[in-house]
C-alpha cells in the first residue's frame, strides 16, 4: 500500500455519489457529486491525479454493490468501509458553514432550512472525516 497525502471519501448512492478528496488532516482540497454510472472512470482518474489508493466508502444504501464493482475493476484501491450513520446531518451542517444563508434566510435556524442542493458531496467529506478520527489520525 502506497503512503499519500490524499485519499478519496466516497457517499454511494443508486443514482448519484459524493466524492471528495481529503488531506490526512481532514481539509477538503475538492468535492462533487457524479451520476453513479461513472463511479468507475471517476475514481480512477482521481486516484491517478492525487496518487493515492486509499478510499474510504460510507456502508449505507448501495455500498455493497459499489464496494464490489470498485474492487473488481480497480483492484489497487485499498477500500475501507466507514459506518455513514447520520452523515447527512453533517453534511447539512458543512454546506451550512461553507454556504451561509444570506438575507432573511439568516433569520430562519438552520435546523430548519434544508440546502437547496443535494449534500452528497458533503456527505463523503463527512465520512472522510469519521474516518480520520475513528483511526486517530486527527481529533474532533
Known amino acids: 500500500m502506497k503512503t499519500s497525502d490524499y485519499f478519496i471519501a466516497v457517499d454511494p448512492g443508486r443514482e448519484k455519489t459524493g466524492?471528495?478528496?481529503?488531506?490526512?488532516?481532514?481539509?477538503?482540497?475538492?468535492?462533487?457529486?457524479i451520476n453513479s454510472d461513472y463511479l468507475v472512470d471517476e475514481i480512477?482518474?482521481?486516484?491517478?491525479?492525487?496518487?493515492?489508493?486509499?478510499?474510504?466508502?460510507?456502508?449505507?444504501?448501495?455500498?455493497?454493490?459499489k464496494q464490489q464493482l470498485l474492487q473488481k475493476s480497480l483492484p489497487f484501491l485499498n477500500i475501507v468501509v466507514v459506518d455513514e450513520y447520520r452523515t447527512t446531518d453533517?453534511?447539512?451542517?458543512?454546506y451550512f458553514a461553507a454556504n451561509p444563508p444570506q438575507g432573511l434566510k439568516k433569520l430562519i435556524p438552520l435546523g430548519m432550512q434544508t440546502?437547496?442542493?443535494?449534500?452528497?458531496?458533503?456527505?463523503a467529506?463527512?465520512?472522510?472525516?469519521?474516518?480520520?478520527k475513528q483511526n486517530n489520525i486527527i481529533n474532533g
Open 19 to 33: 466524492i471528495a478528496i481529503l488531506t490526512m488532516s481532514g481539509s477538503a482540497v475538492w468535492h462533487g457529486i
Open 44 to 65: 480512477k482518474n482521481i486516484a491517478a491525479e492525487y496518487d493515492t489508493d486509499l478510499l474510504v466508502i460510507g456502508s449505507g444504501t448501495s455500498s455493497k454493490a
Open 90 to 94: 453533517e453534511a447539512r451542517k458543512l
Open 115 to 123: 440546502p437547496p442542493v443535494p449534500v452528497d458531496d458533503y456527505a
Open 125 to 132: 467529506i463527512a465520512i472522510g472525516r469519521r474516518y480520520l
